[in-house]
């Protein structure tokens, strides 16, 4: 985990918010090509070194208005343009389609599949998912008033996805957006801000206990039983899976097991884009035995100082993107570039995600 990171003083003068004001761009194929992408912009995007975050693409106004906005016609365009996409992704860490015609679950199963990424199970992961179609499951099915915080999808795993894609199925009434943040932004605020605290991070990881039920929880964001979290009902199964995973589990007497894990790295390098990322959060979740307080240490054991903690929440609102859901978006994030979370929202919403290795 080594390689240059700019100085921040310097990225600072360049990064400003000014996702209303770059230039309206074009993705140019082949005149035989369906349609074509235009690159568009949103007052809620940011700029950071003149790249937009996230990139905005919608169907090109000229063949568009000869060219219905399908699901069918989206895909071709996405088969055929997949270079470009993929160095979009890789360039600005997320990508967001809006306005094409994108209704159903099995539409956004085919836009998936388009893209040509190999499935990633969902052993080890906390949140509690419905399968709907094919690789589509439910996001998240805790209630909606419930706010969920940033994380990288199953960071706390030696494997997780690289690609993340979510579907806004019905739109919320209100509130209900994915907030996103770059994680190297991240890394590099806190690393100017509490150096010695990162560096202690980096070099002794984090110990993350949770407890897991016996059933399901649907209130809570991380809700999985241990039975759900490792797909099955026997004991000794699930320590075997939860030892691949580097976990251990302890049953607990009045049920329940709880979940050690780590220490698991914080800190990422990023051998893509040759650049340090943050790839963990360091506030607890909490639900029925689980506090923020009670489950989360660093690698050594010692408690994490309360005031880093908040003031890495803070940076993570303070440099984040919150688009509004509208119906048919997609967005799709790069795992090892952004952050992800959801705010709480008025019914009804549904969103539904796709995870890639």
């Not at 509690?128 to 419930?146: C, H, I, K, M, W």
């Not at 509490?194 to 964001?221: A, C, M, N, Q, W």
Request: net charge negative.
């Amino acid at each position: 985990m080594n390689g240059e990171i700019d100085d921040l003083k310097t990225r600072k003068g360049k990064r400003k918010n000014e996702g209303t004001n770059f230039q309206l761009q074009e993705h140019q194929t082949e005149p035989t090509m369906a349609y074509h992408f235009t690159e568009t912009q949103l007052p809620e995007q940011k700029n950071y070194d003149s790249i937009p975050f996230p990139a905005v693409l919608s169907p090109n106004p000229t063949t568009a208005a000869a060219v219905p906005c399908s699901a069918s016609h989206l895909i071709e365009a996405i088969k055929s343009q997949r270079p470009f996409l993929d160095s979009l992704l890789h360039k600005t860490g997320a990508v967001l389609f809006r306005g094409f015609d994108v209704k159903t679950a099995k539409d956004f199963n085919d836009v998936v599949e388009a893209f040509g990424y190999e499935d990633f199970p969902n052993l080890g992961g906390t949140a509690l998912r419905t399968q709907v179609f094919g690789r589509v499951y439910t996001a998240n099915e805790s209630p909606p008033d419930q706010k969920i915080g940033f994380h990288h999808e199953v960071a706390q795993a030696p494997q997780f996805p690289s690609k993340l894609f979510f579907f806004c199925e019905v739109e919320p009434a209100s509130g209900g957006e994915t907030p996103i943040v770059l994680s190297h932004i991240v890394y590099e605020r806190m690393k100017q801000r509490y150096p010695e605290f990162v560096e202690k991070l980096e070099e002794h990881g984090l110990i993350l206990t949770r407890f897991l039920g016996d059933d399901d929880d649907p209130s809570s964001p991380i809700g999985c039983s241990w039975k759900s979290t490792f797909s099955t009902e026997d004991k000794s199964v699930a320590e075997e899976r939860a030892a691949k995973l580097g976990n251990k589990l302890e049953w607990m007497v009045g049920g329940g097991a709880k979940r050690i894990i780590g220490p698991i790295p914080v800190t990422y390098y990023d051998k893509s884009r040759q650049r340090k990322i943050w790839f963990t959060s360091v506030v607890g979740w909490e639900n029925a035995g689980n506090g923020p307080v009670n489950t989360i240490t660093f690698g050594d054991g010692t408690p994490l100082p309360a005031d880093c903690c908040y003031e890495c929440l803070r940076i993570l609102e303070e440099e984040c993107v919150a688009i509004p859901w509208q119906k048919s978006d997609i967005l799709l994030i790069d795992n090892l570039a952004a952050l992800h979370g959801r705010r709480p929202s008025t019914p009804p919403r549904r969103i539904l995600a796709s995870l890639c290795k």
